[in-house]
């Protein structure tokens, strides 16, 4: 039977694909269109190719010092890699053909200096070229990602020192529960940027770890200098196991693990904005630059900015879910799977890089009503406040909280604010109620009753800001 014509999607790749490989030797024919399209990697990781480059000429350096090279050589490909990340930064990824990005950059140094570009690859495999690539590539992007943290960290921190002297209710279950101040509010959403920051700082560490020299699993067969590119690269450590190395993408999910713990912790802030935005609380309202208004009903002014953050949240856990989804069923060594990692990693960072300024700037121009946030407070709010009282006097807590319940129900039922009971009412639950209640003071006495460290009293939250001024001030990596 004769064999039927070859389908468009079975067919060999474009000769420009084609024309620079770093494999295909035992191949008679090159890869179909299909394979070529889902095995090209460049649209995603063309954006490595500054990393590419100078773990290129850490590797040049190396395998001068072990005697591949000439002097010449040496010199003559530390050039033409200096011009290949010319024709980068001038655009020369856009639009190529190539496989990735080490082939692209491979390619272009044949194009500048000739076979001797044919060198530059002993001793090295993609293996270990891409996961050192990625490694220099995250270090970058942590950093500004710290930096970014730091900027809406400090801008909460400044905006809850201008509103320590605002109370309004503080809420549990979605309750009011107790007054406090509304720098203090703030404050609870600045310390998770803290431990953000630290989680950050500690993956640095083991991103930090320099895979370069580890060929395709076994090792290079060159002995080259692996604390000397560790030092060029400005790596921490090297791995000490090359087939761990490889294969190893603990860094991008720990990295991820923190990107959607950021996103997270945006998303409760951004939730309890969106609520005090909103007509029926009307605590806060957004500037003009970051609301937006509707198509339809002109009296709108939605905010958008902290929906979206919310919603972005869910995007950074599917990237964290899709990568350790991806990690969980491999061996050993590297796997074209990982391949993966790259657009989850990117997307990642791009999508906080996107959520952090634009919360940074809602934050910064966000107005506070005062006189919302003191009217919304309620007598009911001083509930413990009574029961504090009683055990003063000497009645056991779970007793007091019981009559003071029994206050609350009493007040519910006369229709009257908890700290207008009558005095012969409470003292028919309990003697020391009458007395509690004349003693409760103002919402200010209230709020500093609650002066343990931590607690929104003035000392306390001038405290906060003093250790958040200090954790905020310090950027970059390290």
């Known amino acids: 039977m004769a064999r039927p014509p070859e389908t468009e999607s079975h067919t060999t790749a474009p000769s420009p694909a084609a024309a620079h490989q770093m494999w295909g030797g035992r191949f008679t024919l090159g890869p179909s269109q299909a394979l ?22 850490a590797w040049v350096h190396a395998l001068g010092r072990v005697g591949v090279l000439t002097p010449a050589e040496e010199t003559q490909l530390l050039d033409g890699l200096d011009h290949v990340a010319e024709r980068l930064a001038d655009g020369a990824a856009v639009g190529a053909a190539d496989e990735d990005v080490h082939t692209l950059v491979e390619r272009l140094l044949y194009e500048e200096v000739g076979a001797v570009a044919g060198k530059l690859h002993t001793g090295r495999s993609r293996n270990d070229q891409v996961a050192t690539d990625l490694r220099l590539w995250t270090l970058d992007a942590i950093d500004q990602i710290d930096r970014e943290l730091a900027l809406l960290g400090r801008s909460l921190t400044a905006r809850a020192a201008e509103g ?3 109370l309004l209710p503080g809420y549990t279950h979605g309750q009011r529960a107790q007054p406090v101040r509304w720098g203090y509010v703030l404050l609870a959403h600045a310390w998770p940027l803290v431990r953000d920051r630290q989680r950050f700082a500690d993956a640095r560490r083991r991103v930090a770890e320099l895979p370069l020299g580890s060929g395709a699993l076994a090792g290079s067969g060159f002995a080259v200098d692996r604390v000397l590119l560790k030092e060029a690269l400005g790596f921490r450590s090297v791995s000490a ?22 996103g997270t912790h945006l998303s409760r802030l951004a939730a309890e904005l969106v609520l005090y935005s909103s007509a ?99 007598a009911s709010l001083r509930a413990t406040d009574l029961a504090d009282l009683l055990v003063e006097s000497g009645v056991p807590f779970r007793e007091s909280h019981r009559l003071v319940g029994r206050l609350v129900r009493e007040a519910e039922h006369a229709g009257v604010p908890l700290d207008r009971v009558p005095g012969p009412v409470a003292a028919a639950i309990h003697p020391g109620l009458g007395a509690a209640l004349a003693q409760l003071g103002t919402w200010e006495d209230s709020v500093e009753s609650r002066a343990t460290p931590g607690g929104a ?6 405290s906060q800001l003093e250790s958040l001024r200090a954790a905020f001030a310090a950027t970059g990596g390290s």
């Open 457 to 462: 009293s003035r000392a306390s939250v001038l």
């Open 164 to 166: 320590i002297d605002l």
């Open 241 to 262: 196991n090359a087939l761990d190395a490889t294969g190893d993408r603990d860094f991008v999910a720990e990295v991820a693990f923190a990107l959607a713990l950021v």
């Open 36 to 57: 070529d399209a889902l095995n090209r990697s460049l649209p995603v990781d063309h954006r490595l190719w500054p990393q590419d480059v100078a773990a290129s000429k």
């Open 280 to 378: 029926e609380f009307g605590f806060v309202r957004l500037g003009d630059e970051f609301s937006t208004g509707s198509s339809l009903l002109p009296q709108k002014r939605n905010p958008d900015v902290f929906e979206l953050a919310r919603a972005k949240s869910g995007r950074l856990l599917g990237d964290l879910v899709a990568l350790l989804t991806t990690l969980k069923g491999l061996p050993a060594g590297y796997s074209k799977d990982l391949q993966e990692d790259k657009a989850l990693l990117f997307d990642a960072f791009d999508t906080l890089g996107l959520v952090l300024p634009a919360t940074t700037g809602a934050i910064e121009t966000l107005s506070v009503d005062a006189d919302r946030m003191r009217a919304a407070l309620d």
